[in-house]
Structures are given as structure tokens and as C-alpha cells.
């Protein structure tokens, strides 16, 4: 007598042939699509986040315990590094900041429609970039 769990792998693909279906729905069985796209990159960013607020952290401690310290934790984030790391930590903050607005209108029941979940989706990648280009855009004429 076959398990029953072997019989749930059976399945039919979309020309109707019989086919072994995986263990686990995984990314090999859907496509890519914006709202997946949105909740891995929120996840994603909340990392990156969690690293930048360890790395502001040390920007403090090394401010607050003298300028030797400072000039080389300033000249580390000088550096073309430096620079790439807190330009991917504004990327992070900005995306994770209008993917939260996002959550927020749908905790309030709004925009769980399908063509309402692929504008919103767009919309948090464009204002992503828009705010961060502004952002660094004022950041280089002030400094």
C-alpha cells in the first residue's frame, strides 16, 4: 500500500501529463513575480539595516572617544567603499521606509487587489530611487 503522502506528489503540469511534484513549492515552480520580489528585498533591506545600525554605532563610539579614532572611521567612510556601503544603507533605508507606507495601507485593508499590489509594487522601486538620488544628490552639494 502506497503512503498517502506519495500519492499527494503526483500532480498534472499545464499540457496535463503526469508529473512528480517537488517536496516544497520552491523557486524552480514560480515564476519571479513583483510581489515576491518586494517582501525578499523588504527582508533583505531589514538586514542591511540592522549591519548599517551596527556601523553608525561604531560612528558614535569612535566620535565619542576621541579624534584619533574619528579621523579614521571618517576616512573609512570617506573612502570609495566607504561610500558604496552607506549609498547601499540609504538604498536600504528608503526602500524598507516606502515598502513599510505599503504594509501600512494594506494593514488598513487598501490595495490587496492584484493591479493595485503590481502599482504599489512599482511605485516603492521608483520613489526607492527617487529618494535616494535626491537624497545623495543634496548630501554631495552640502558637503
Known amino acids: 500500500m502506497k503512503d498517502v503522502r506519495e500519492a499527494l506528489m503526483i500532480g498534472h503540469n499545464s499540457e496535463g501529463k503526469l508529473v512528480r511534484r517537488p517536496l516544497s513549492p520552491h523557486l524552480q515552480v514560480y515564476k519571479p513575480q513583483i510581489s515576491s520580489a518586494t517582501s525578499i528585498f523588504h527582508r533583505i533591506t531589514g538586514v542591511a539595516l540592522s549591519v548599517g545600525t551596527i556601523l553608525m554605532t561604531l560612528w558614535l563610539i569612535c566620535a565619542a572617544s576621541g579624534d584619533a579614532a574619528f579621523s579614521v572611521i571618517q576616512a573609512f567612510f570617506a573612502s570609495w567603499i566607504g561610500?558604496?556601503?552607506?549609498?547601499?544603507?540609504?538604498?536600504?533605508?528608503?526602500?524598507?521606509?516606502?515598502?513599510?507606507?505599503?504594509?501600512l495601507a494594506w494593514d488598513a485593508g487598501k490595495g490587496f487587489e492584484l493591479p493595485d499590489m503590481h502599482r504599489s509594487g512599482k511605485l516603492v522601486f521608483a520613489a526607492t530611487i527617487v529618494l535616494t538620488v535626491a537624497f545623495w544628490v543634496i548630501a554631495l552639494l552640502v558637503w
Open 83 to 103: 561610500m558604496l556601503i552607506l549609498f547601499g544603507f540609504t538604498i536600504a533605508l528608503f526602500y524598507h521606509f516606502c515598502n513599510g507606507i505599503r504594509h
